[in-house]
């Protein structure tokens, strides 16, 4: 359930952004997740849902963009998304990789007045 | 009103990690993440790691454990200091509440940390605790589809354990396909099979623990 730690950090920046922009209720939290860290999206809106209430943003909708895992090859370069969790280059077969997408846990926006 | 944000979350989990990454860098320490399923044979292997390491290397340990203190009871006999972290039924360690334990120790007399973390293979792979290395452990009584539901973890890892090898026989346990798999996810991680109960196949284990903490010195 490391859904509910990142749903806990989530609200301390989310209440924190509020704060700042002194606003009186958050009405939608863009949030982008890395398909490589398999957070369980429903699990995730579960403990979302639960810690809004009794907070300014109470009513607020999740918004969930999903990023695919994407990679290089460190020996021909080439970038390409794992398909099947197949991590070898489809180019030249190369198993070394450095991963370049997949791993977000971002706040893009909040909505609110 | 729409503000940007773009704030990653658990961004105080990852600076507190590098700050810990700095300090044991500083004190020359190596600190290995262990992270498995529960029964996996983590704090076996620690065991036999700690006899091992007995007359040779100053070793500390950090055990998590979701209550009770029954890992670390069972790793006092090897005389090295431990430091006992109960997570209250979290799911998994942090790197503020490894910054707390290392309080508790000497790090000038420290050449080696082993961090037993919580019992599961998702949620520890998300929480850099400012190691060195994560090691994944498996076994064969769990079954061999490990390494392509948690890609994350195998992927993280610097050496992969495939425990409870003596079970083999008694288990569905498809090695081929485990290897075809974990391969698949890490075509190059270093692959470690033993049975702990029965020290076979640690000796790799030992000499790979051995080269990777002098090639830091």
Redesign the interface.
Known sequence: MHEVSIVNDLFRIILDIAEREKLSRVDKVHFQLGEMLQVVPELFRFAFDSAKEDTIAANADLEIEFVPVKMRCRSCGHEFEVEEQSFYCPACNGADLDLLEGKELFIKSIEGE | ?????????????QDKAEQVRALLKEKNIRMYNLISSPGAGKTTLLEQTCRHLSHSSRVGIIEGDVYTDRDAQRLKQYGFPIVLINTEG???L?SNSIEGALKEFDLDRLDILFVENVGNL??PS??DLGESSKIAVVSTSEGDDKP?K???LF?DAKAVILNKIDLLEHTNFNHDRFVE?LR?????VPLFETSCTRGEGLEAWFEWLNDEVLSSE
């Open positions: 009103m729409e503000i940007k944000v773009m704030k990653r979350v658990l961004d105080r989990n979290g799911c998994h942090d998702v949620c998300h929480f392509i948690y890609p994350m992927r798999d698949q996810v890490n075509p190059t």
